[in-house]
């Protein structure tokens, strides 16, 4: 703590803290003590380490119960829109992803998702529907259509890892993609899946995704808990 800095030093103990939590240095479920023993133990007063507490409460990165105390929760992903995936986002975020895949199978191509691959409706496509899944806790449902022959998609293998790190072992250079991200309320099936309450505000993101060669490998129809995560934009001034 910097006690000459003009940063009030309540803001750079949420700043600590929220790095910490987001780090993984201060795990889920931790419990951060009363606010007289955090006092005690950083030399601080109890008013600082109060209004620092309850910014970190007010972004749901610590929850207040009674008869427990102040207890660490999970952070909310922010995560930046490029051509990545989620499962390397979680991980370089220290955020132990894993993948229980829902459904991976052969269906028909609809109207959306033929137009999306450029193949023929009700032609043969691979679906692959995935939750996602970090610290043990449901994050996303991710619903992708790929062309058929484009890589082996066996379930043991999309469970125990990202589906563009197995397009990149299988030679497949990502190029570019387009994307839109909208929102909608959590259906019944959604609201099961994602540990959510019926009707509670989701996130939209599709995307079609090119290879190097202009090639569609992947049309994506996701959903995440807004409670938990978050798309982060980049804006320039137009000269």
């Known amino acids: 703590m910097d006690r000459n800095s003009p940063v009030p030093l309540y803001f750079q103990l949420s700043q600590q803290l929220e ?6 240095r201060i795990a889920p479920g931790s419990l951060l003590g009363n606010e007289i023993e955090l006092a005690g133990r950083l030399g601080l007063s109890r008013p600082t380490v109060r209004q620092a507490i309850q910014s970190l409460v007010d972004k ?6 009674r008869g427990v105390g102040t207890q660490v929760v999970h ?3 922010k995560r930046p829109l490029e051509l990545s995936s989620l499962y390397d986002d979680l991980e370089a975020a220290g955020q132990r992803p894993a993948t229980r895949v829902l ?3 052969v269906e028909p191509a609809t109207a959306e998702v033929a ?11 691979h679906l692959v ?4 899944l970090a610290h043990n806790e449901p994050m996303a449902r991710l619903r992708n259509h790929l062309p058929m022959g484009l890589l082996p998609l066996d379930t043991e293998h999309l469970e125990a890892t990202g589906l563009y790190r197995m397009m990149r072992s299988a030679g497949i250079t990502l190029h570019s993609a387009r994307q839109s991200v909208g929102a909608c309320a959590a259906g ?9 309450a019926e009707g509670a505000p989701l996130l939209t993101m599709q995307r079609t995704t090119f290879d190097d060669t202009g090639r ?3 049309f994506g129809s996701h959903l995440y808990r807004a409670s938990r995560y978050a798309f982060e934009f980049q804006l320039l001034v137009r000269p």
């Open 188 to 196: 019944p099936q959604e609201a099961r899946q994602l540990a959510e």
């Open 75 to 77: 952070s909310q992903v």
């Open 19 to 24: 790095a910490a939590i987001e780090k993984g």
């Open 129 to 132: 529907e995935r939750l996602r």
């Open 216 to 218: 569609t490998v992947e």
């Open 103 to 105: 459904r991976n199978t």
């Open 60 to 65: 749901g990165l610590l929850v207040r119960r």
């Open 115 to 125: 137009a999306a691959l450029g193949v023929a409706e009700g032609s043969d496509v």
